[in-house]
């Protein structure tokens, strides 16, 4: 689940298979994006704060497409 909130910065929450806890501030942390106006992931890069709970990821911040990316 993704919520924009404003700007382009958004909160996601998803599951993940895993229990340990973590806290992670990234400025190029690799995601994969979609969306509805082409068929195939494609690579960014996510800036902002990751929370790793017991099978749950939560990520707050802001997602930018490569360089030379078209």
């Not at 082409?38 to 990520?59: D, R």
Request: glycine share 8%; hydrophobic share 45%.
């Amino acid at each position: 689940m993704t919520k924009h909130l404003f700007g382009n910065i958004a909160l996601s929450i998803n599951i993940r298979n895993g229990v340990g806890f973590d806290l992670e501030f990234a400025d190029s942390r690799p995601v994969f994006i979609t969306s509805d106006e082409w068929f195939e992931p494609k690579a960014a890069c996510f800036e902002g704060t990751v929370i790793l709970l017991p099978f749950v990821v939560i990520t707050l911040g802001s997602v930018h497409s490569l360089e030379g990316e078209s």
